[in-house]
């Protein structure tokens, strides 16, 4: 089964613990990124990484922090900095082949933070 | 100042009522403009992507037009099913390999 799997798909911390969500990806693309999405508002770039290696920051990076080791897998770590970490946080790839160019989202992870 | 203004904000429907959803957007480049489907706690669903002004696309009952300015979203005939957020992007050479979102356009259709 193909495609980018975030997990898990609820989670739930106490104020002041850091929390990694998960996004893994089969489908061989080599840019992957995290958004946050609260209601009402556009999705938000937090980081984003065209390479193994390699990240860059988005709009919305502080408090938070990734890593990519390898092509499958990019972490997101919401860490106690960040100041309203409740939120909808969808991770996507892009596949680009000479002028297409799509975006594929995975299925998100709510996070709750109390 | 937004670069990608959707409108309506939310917009309900009778079955079978034809309508369409706006994206307008203010950037310089653009490269691609994306329209994406969300359904309540899940990811976006990939629709379409338009290039340049003119194109066309369609899936089923949506079809997606782009001009210098803006795109339409086209709902023919629309059942209960496509109810869902239509969230429209745009990837523009000033932004790089990164999308900018609107805020999306809430769609209810009553049977």
């Known amino acids: ?114 | 100042e937004d670069q990608v203004t959707q409108s309506p904000e939310a917009l309900r429907l009778q079955e079978g009522e034809s309508s369409s959803l706006n994206c307008s957007y203010t950037v310089s480049g653009l490269r691609g403009l994306f329209w994406y489907r969300q359904d309540p706690g899940k990811g976006p669903e990939f629709l379409f992507t338009l290039y340049s002004a003119g194109e066309e696309k369609e899936k089923e009952r949506l079809k997606a037009t782009l001009t210098k300015k803006e795109s339409f979203l086209h709902i023919t005939a629309p059942k209960p099913e496509d109810s869902a957020t239509y969230l429209c992007a745009v990837q523009a050479v000033e932004y790089g390999n990164k999308l900018v979102f609107g805020a999306g356009t809430i769609l209810r259709v009553k049977s």
């Not at chain 1, 840019?31 to 609260?38: E, G, L, T």
């Open chain 1, 1 to 114: 089964d193909g495609g980018i799997t975030q997990s898990p798909k609820y989670l739930f911390r106490k104020e002041g613990q850091n929390v990694t969500l998960s996004c893994e990806q089969n489908l061989n693309h080599d840019a992957m990124y995290w958004y946050r999405q609260d209601p009402g508002q556009g999705l938000r770039l937090i980081y984003y990484s065209q390479i193994v290696n390699d990240f860059q920051k988005g709009d919305i990076a502080e408090g938070y922090s990734v890593s990519r080791e390898k092509k499958e897998s990019f972490p997101l770590t919401v860490t106690s900095a960040q100041k309203n970490p409740t939120a909808f946080y969808l991770c996507a790839t892009t596949r680009t082949t000479g002028l297409i160019y799509e975006q594929y989202f995975g299925p998100g992870t709510r996070l709750t933070v109390t």
